[in-house]
């Protein structure tokens, strides 16, 4: 049974093309990674739909403010607004969290204004996106509103990953925003400064610390544009949605061993470990190569059974603008010490060059010899 390596496996191209309709591949419930193989509650992808809504709804009133006075700094609203801009284009377009999101596009300035303004918003489009639900379901929560939270939150982001496959082609402008690269990137600027409420400071400076060294090859895996490829490849867009499957696997490892390791158990067994890792072999036999690694292919085709609508798509073109917030890092022009080394070696390289030209032009004109009274010297 494979686990969640820092690199997914290849394996072989499945022939299964009819994603995984029959049920002599799929005989698994409808569960998300939190919780799928630790009980046995039963969820649908309505529900699933609905707690990520509810947690979005959530993180509004409670997440990107701090308190009452608080006051968001230039990071932080292009983060905010990088995180709307990313759910506008990848969602599914015929989800009634758009009205929200189109809400909060048209009017940012206001609804970032102050708390008080962005929870009015919320509460202005509570009625239509959460049709009067107000918790999560037990499938989610499992009793508990903190992880009914961490649940939504989570099932947003993998269907948000499966959005920049299914949806990448209907965007019109602001390509550059339109990428996995720059999705992994609003992803985690996200998490870095709204995310303390989902999975405490800890979990927020893990993800943090991984993504900054490229975690799970992302810094290459996301490369859509290269010298040999000047266009993206099709395959190159499930990355993001296979790099977030492989993280919140490698997440939900760390959370139940620190659970474990505060009621003062053991390190988890290799049994144990294998058992938290989804899906598992039971819940699709195919998402594992003949090695036990992932089947690259056919998890995706999994995900985007678990997390995308089926059924044919109202089609819709959406249009990115530029981010009047957008906010550089100091970070961002951190040079990484080969490609300091790299650029003096270029310069002494050039040095030498125009060196050897100059001895070259003196040799022939002359020049270079000195001259006193009538004679040179």
């Known amino acids: 049974?494979?686990?969640?390596?820092?690199?997914?496996?290849?394996?072989?191209?499945?022939?299964?093309?009819?994603?995984?309709?029959?049920?002599?591949?799929?005989?698994?419930?409808?569960?998300?990674?939190?919780?799928?193989?630790?009980?046995?509650?039963?969820?649908?992808?309505?529900?699933?739909?609905?707690?990520a809504a509810l947690s979005f709804m959530h993180a509004l009133r409670l997440d990107i403010y701090s308190s009452e006075e608080a006051e968001l700094s230039k990071e932080q609203k292009s983060a905010f607004v990088?995180?709307?801009?990313?759910?506008?284009?990848?969602?599914?377009?015929?989800?009634?969290?758009?009205?929200?999101?189109?809400?909060?596009?048209?009017?940012?300035?206001?609804?970032?204004?102050?708390?008080?303004?962005?929870?009015?918003?919320?509460?202005?489009?509570?009625?239509?996106?959460l049709e009067g639900r107000t918790r999560w379901t037990k499938s989610c929560s499992?009793?508990?509103?903190?992880?009914?939270?961490?649940?939504?939150?989570?099932?947003?982001?993998?269907?948000?990953?499966?959005?920049?496959?299914?949806?990448?082609k209907a965007v019109l402008g602001g390509m550059e925003r339109a990428t996995a690269a720059h999705a992994a990137l609003t992803v985690r600027n996200y998490i870095q400064h709204f995310f303390r409420?989902?999975?405490?400071?800890?979990?927020?400076?893990?993800?943090?610390?991984?993504?900054?060294?490229?975690?799970?090859?992302h810094c290459k895996r996301f490369k859509q544009i290269t010298k040999k490829n000047t266009k993206p490849k099709e395959e190159s867009w499930k990355e993001f949605a296979l790099w977030l499957h492989e993280v919140h696997n490698d997440v939900t490892l760390r959370l139940i061993s620190a659970e474990a390791a505060l009621h003062g158990r053991r390190k988890l067994t290799f049994e144990e470990q294998e058992a938290a890792i989804w899906p598992s072999t039971?819940?699709?036999?195919?998402?594992?190569?003949?090695?036990?690694?992932?089947?690259?292919?056919?998890?995706?085709?999994?995900?985007?059974?678990?997390?995308?609508?089926?059924?044919?798509?109202?089609?819709?073109?959406?249009?990115?603008?530029?981010?009047?917030?957008?906010?550089?890092?100091?970070?961002?022009?951190?040079?990484e010490p080969w490609t300091l080394i790299r650029a003096g070696m270029i310069v002494i390289a050039a040095f030498l060059v125009a060196d050897i030209a100059r001895q070259r032009y003196l040799l022939r004109t002359g020049r270079y010899k000195k001259f006193d009274g009538d004679h040179y010297v």
């Open 1 to 51: 049974k494979g686990t969640s390596s820092n690199g997914a496996g290849d394996g072989e191209t499945s022939s299964l093309v009819t994603a995984f309709e029959d049920d002599e591949y799929l005989d698994r419930p409808n569960l998300d990674i939190l919780g799928a193989s630790l009980d046995g509650y039963k969820r649908t992808k309505s529900d699933l739909y609905d707690d």
């Open 282 to 335: 039971h819940a699709c036999r195919l998402c594992y190569d003949e090695k036990g690694k992932w089947n690259r292919d056919n998890v995706f085709n999994y995900l985007r059974t678990e997390y995308w609508p089926g059924g044919i798509h109202n089609w819709r073109f959406v249009v990115l603008d530029k981010n009047d917030y957008e906010y550089v890092s100091p970070s961002t022009f951190r040079v």
């Open 197 to 217: 409420y989902v999975c405490g400071h800890q979990c927020q400076s893990d993800f943090m610390v991984m993504y900054d060294k490229c975690g799970f090859h």
């Open 142 to 168: 499992h009793g508990r509103e903190s992880e009914g939270y961490a649940c939504g939150m989570w099932a947003l982001l993998h269907i948000c990953s499966l959005g920049v496959a299914e949806r990448h």
């Open 82 to 129: 990088e995180w709307v801009d990313l759910l506008y284009w990848t969602l599914p377009p015929t989800w009634k969290l758009h009205t929200l999101i189109l809400d909060l596009r048209t009017n940012i300035d206001m609804a970032l204004s102050n708390r008080a303004n962005l929870v009015r918003f919320a509460e202005q489009h509570s009625d239509v996106v």
